[in-house]
């Protein structure tokens, strides 16, 4: 019995850990989002601002979570901003 309940306590424990460690990595995605512009201030909804994007790229956005490269400002339709891929499968 002693033995089944060090077991269970373990798991809780690892458990425990990744999700506080995926806290953290929800939280700096979100700021890198927040300090490459793609969000938004408008109207205080923190939205994605998909003014400019093409129909694919607002597509990939609702079904995969990606956020085209262009979307960071400044950078050029070719370049990268560093977001990569945000979400999806």
């Known amino acids: 019995m ?3 309940l060090t077991a269970v306590m373990a798991v809780v ?3 425990l850990v990744v999700s506080i460690v995926q806290s953290f990595q ?4 979100s ?3 927040s300090a490459t512009g793609a969000v938004t201030a408008q109207a ?9 994007w093409t129909e694919n790229e607002i597509m990939n956005y609702e079904m995969h979570g990606t956020i085209p490269a262009r979307a960071g400002g400044g950078s050029s339709a070719g370049g990268s901003s560093g977001l990569g891929m945000v979400g999806g499968c």
């Open 44 to 52: 205080g909804n923190g939205a994605i601002d998909t003014a400019g």
């Open 2 to 4: 002693d033995m089944k």
């Open 13 to 15: 424990s690892i458990l």
């Open 31 to 33: 700021n890198k989002i």
């Open 26 to 29: 929800l939280n700096n995605i």
